[in-house]
């Protein structure tokens, strides 16, 4: 089962130290600044692509020395860098895609960044989103085994369709029993599991799973 992370452009204050993820993941992708980030930690850096209208000359020759692959493509184009990063990594075949540097900055691209997490599960792909303080990850229907993670306590569920039916949460301090929730609801915002694993299930929609810190 083959593992994929994609760094891009986003603030690289809030891009977590990928060396603690460096043993799950058996590739790294670069978009525009990203392969940058990449580099600058020292990992080894498979594909670089994008336009790179965000980089100075120091940092492309950093990339370029870095990158098994590198690929630049016009800054005039239908696809974000990012979107062109995610098909790289589909033609890999992955089981799993982490998604850094996504968040913070522009507004418009963090929630396009996140409505990607919807393409990737219709692919049959599990995909998440990292970055200091939060980790998102979109979920279709069914029972998820949710584990304790200490630099991110708090749980939510956002539903991302207009309602999630059939909620059960086993194992948090606020249980819930045969639960629906819509846009706008904040019944399950900053919820915390009682040991290492909870139990999470839902029977139709689509939510939106973020574990969050305060500070990390």
Same mark, same amino acid.
């Given at each position: ?20 993820? @460096? ?38 020759? +950093? ?32 089981? @799993? ?25 219709? @692919?049959?792909?599990?995909? +998440? ?34 309602? +999630? ?44 799973? +973020? ?6």
């Amino acid at each position: 089962m083959k593992v994929v992370a994609i760094v891009g452009n986003g603030p690289s204050g809030l891009v977590p130290n990928l060396h603690l993820f @460096k043993d799950e993941i058996d590739s790294w992708i670069g978009a525009d600044r990203g392969a940058y980030l990449i580099a600058e930690q020292k990992i080894p850096l498979e594909y670089a692509v994008g336009d790179f209208d965000s980089i100075d000359k120091h940092e492309r020759q +950093v990339i370029s020395k870095n990158a098994a692959y590198m690929e630049r493509h016009p800054i005039e184009k239908d696809e974000t860098d990012m979107e062109i990063a995610l098909n790289r990594a589909y033609a890999m075949n992955p089981s @799993k895609i982490y998604l850094f540097g996504v968040t913070g900055g522009r507004l418009d691209h963090e929630l396009i960044n996140i409505q990607l997490l919807y393409t990737i599960l219709n @692919k049959g792909i599990q995909a +998440v989103i990292v970055d200091q303080s939060n980790q998102i990850e979109m979920l279709s229907p069914g029972i998820h085994t949710i584990e304790n993670h200490e630099a991110y306590p708090y749980i939510s569920l956002i539903p991302f369709t207009k309602e +999630v039916e059939g909620i059960y949460l086993s194992g948090f301090y606020y249980p819930l029993s045969n639960t629906t929730i819509s846009w706008g609801s904040t019944l399950c915002i900053s919820n915390k599991l009682l040991s290492k694993k909870g139990t999470f299930s839902f029977d139709k929609g689509i939510v939106l799973l +973020v574990k969050s810190g305060d500070t990390i």
